[in-house]
């Protein structure tokens, strides 16, 4: 499942840059559009201050938990993590979770 995971994520997702601690890190992530019926304790904040938020899903070699700190950009719009999570099979990391809000300009 792992790598299943990986490789759709590689190959369909959108190339990303993850800023944190002063590196920029090349990635591949699928970012929608989070709609409020998504219910998980993930989303339990969902647009609590009225802004749009964004479903993240990406690699599991791509931590983005440091939040405040992380800065993701995709389209060349900057996103903030919200909340993130990773999500295991077994030992295994199978892929990272997170919402995410845009920056404003």
Do not use: H
């Not at 499942?1 to 990635?27: D, F, H, P, R």
């Not at 992530?29 to 969902?46: G, K, N, V």
């Amino acid at each position: 499942m792992q790598i299943e995971a990986k490789s759709l994520i590689k190959k369909y997702g959108q190339k990303i840059t993850v800023s944190k601690s002063g590196e920029n890190i090349k990635s591949s992530a699928f970012i929608q559009p989070l709609r409020a019926d998504d219910q998980s304790t993930l989303y339990d904040d969902y647009n609590k201050n009225d802004v749009e938020q964004y479903l993240y899903i990406g690699l599991p070699s791509c931590d983005i938990d440091d939040l405040g700190n992380t800065t993701i950009t995709f389209d060349n719009e900057n996103y903030s993590v919200v909340k993130s999570e990773s999500v295991w099979l077994s030992n295994k990391k199978i892929y990272n979770r997170a919402v995410l809000e845009k920056q404003q300009a």
